[in-house]
């Protein structure tokens, strides 16, 4: 079903004719790619950033409770709720990385995990894919590893609750608000 | 409900020291700042990406079908689907933008707009926000001004069509997938 603005197949993808390092932090690494675009047009500055791969676990207890964090956010300067979530390691998956950030950031052990999907946040300009998982029947361990640039109040929340906090647009990390809609429309709420 | 790991109010605030540009590009431009965090520690390179702020559109036609944008992003390297979407200019509101990005992508224009709420893409490091929409009984126009660098297919797709690319993890662009998502419960679905 469609209106064949242009047809099938014919979204062409670009052509990468050089690449060089604009910003070479090794926390913000940033390329300038010289681009051919699908038009024949050549752009000499396109910007990408190379940004990391994240992998977040919404964590479900056994007795029906979304296990929240919350955790300022500096870049939009605000106090915000989200699921346990941080970069991929080089030597584990990306289903290691969520289970482990579920361990160190809200100090709950998940057993078996399933995939929801992955989400790219920006993909014109970030190089980076978000993988999305659940947990069901996760358990607290009675600790967690603090890190200090990253304090983390864990909070619990019932599926109404977070329904409700969504409504309210109270809960914005656009991967963690993602996994929690197919998580919530899985689990049945 | 919480289990009160660090008590409510207590997560605080980071203080801007001072702040300089590591990339002073009009299309890419990324602020170095000192911090102070809320731990007293002080870091001298916390990278932020100064993003646009975003206006998503999901449009839905009057006889049940969402118009869909399939174009390709250069960052991921990959042909995608997503709603109308773009960036917010300095004279209009998100929702004309919104408006406006419908009207230019995908030919079509609305009527009544409502607010599906906001995200955050990348908090941490991106200060722009995406501002979400549903504009229900939208029409075609029967033209629409393509950008030759952002060459678009214009696709429409039945709820129960777009749950199907949503469950086959064929609708990856998380500001859309979250208006997606918002939507869908909204109207129903």
């Not at 699908?38 to 000499?44: F, L, Q, Y």
């Not at 989200?82 to 584990?92: C, I, T």
């Not at 640039?149 to 991967?175: G, S």
Request: contains cysteine.
């Amino acid at each position: 079903m469609s209106d064949n603005t242009i047809p099938e197949d014919q979204i062409k993808k670009w052509e990468k004719l050089s690449s060089s390092l604009a910003l070479p932090e090794p926390w913000f690494r940033v390329r300038k790619d010289e681009v051919r675009l699908a038009s024949g047009k050549v752009i000499d500055d396109y910007f990408v950033w190379e940004s990391p791969t994240i992998a977040t676990m919404v964590p479900f207890t056994e007795d029906g409770k979304f296990v929240l964090c919350e955790q300022y956010r500096y870049a939009v300067d605000k106090i915000m709720y989200q699921f346990p979530a941080g970069g991929v390691g080089k030597s584990e998956s990306p289903e290691e990385a969520a289970k482990r950030e579920l361990e160190e950031e809200a100090g709950y052990v998940a057993e078996a995990v399933e995939p929801l999907g992955d989400s790219a946040a920006y993909p014109t300009k970030m190089s980076g894919w978000h993988h999305l998982y659940l947990a069901k029947n996760v358990k607290p361990t009675g600790e967690k590893h603090e890190d200090e640039n990253e304090p983390t109040r864990v909070v619990l929340k019932t599926p109404e609750e977070l329904w409700a906090m969504i409504n309210a647009n109270e809960f914005q990390v656009a991967d963690s608000l993602v996994a929690a809609l197919l998580a919530l429309k899985k689990l049945g709420y």
